[in-house]
């Protein structure tokens, strides 16, 4: 099967990272490809135009990354990725997710022509990314980050994880001992080290 993904994106990252975590690298083949562009030929593949986008050796098609982990998951067991248990556990990987959704609006603004920029945008989405990187420091704190691999450390990992390269004005290590000593040990990981963005 083929996963398509942009080096850049974080959600695809997530994926290439479970692909490696897994061993399935021989049966995952991770394609490189363009996007935000009308003529992407990804459309061909994905009429969304989003990466991550998984190919099965069936030819369908699979998007979003969390549906993308959840069939590797299945289809490549036994699962790899601890489950979240109880609703607090499954609180905190929506809370992880709608971080690095702001983070992206954030990203997307900052990449359009300077003039074109919404300066309430940026200036909502940086307020939104320096306050959630207090609370997850709280959380890296509390030590619930240090469990076994599960989805909230695939995407505060991803989120994070040479954010200092392609985001240097996102000040989010300041101030959060925690969090950026958790981001940096896993960062440590071989499959994070494989799946450095290019800045």
Not at 34 to 59: C, E, H, M, Q
Not at 134 to 157: H, T
Not at 166 to 176: A, E, L, S
Request: with cysteine.
């Amino acid at each position: 099967m083929k996963l398509y993904v942009t080096l850049t994106s974080p959600y695809a990252r997530m994926a290439r990272v479970l692909v490696i975590e897994k061993g399935i690298e021989e049966k995952v083949t991770v394609v490189p490809i363009a996007t935000r562009t009308l003529d992407t030929p990804l459309l061909a593949i994905n009429p969304a135009g989003r990466v991550p986008t998984l190919v099965n050796d069936g030819g369908e098609m699979f998007d979003e990354s969390a549906l993308i982990i959840d069939y590797l998951e299945a289809i490549y067991g036994p699962p790899l990725l601890a489950p979240p248990v109880g609703w607090a556990a499954k609180r905190l990987e929506a809370h992880a997710r709608s971080n690095l959704d702001g983070l992206s609006v954030w990203i997307r603004e900052l990449r359009r022509l300077p003039e074109h920029r919404s300066p309430i945008i940026l200036e909502l989405e940086e307020a939104r990314g320096l306050r959630l990187a207090k609370e997850f420091n709280v959380i890296a704190a509390s030590g619930a980050l240090d469990g076994p691999l599960d989805r909230v450390q695939l995407l505060l990992g991803c989120t994070y994880h040479w954010r200092d390269k392609t985001m240097p004005d996102f000040d989010w290590r300041n101030g959060n001992p925690h969090l950026s000593a958790w981001v940096d040990r896993f960062g440590e990981r071989e499959s994070m080290q494989r799946t450095i963005p290019p800045v």
